[in-house]
């Protein structure tokens, strides 16, 4: 995905249908905290947000 700062760089891939890949680095540990709080929480969001749309037992 690219830099999230200049501190902080971030790539965020698929391993396979139901894995994904989420891999930070960081120049320094406040740094990487923020990023990985950035990135966990709209990781987060976009979970509840398929939740919402695709109820469970529905198809995607």
Known sequence: MGDVGDRSSVRVGLADDDTLVLEVSAT??????????????LITIAVEMREIAVPSGASP
């Open 28 to 41: 320094d540990i406040p740094a990487l905290r923020a990023a990985l709080n950035t990135w966990l929480r």
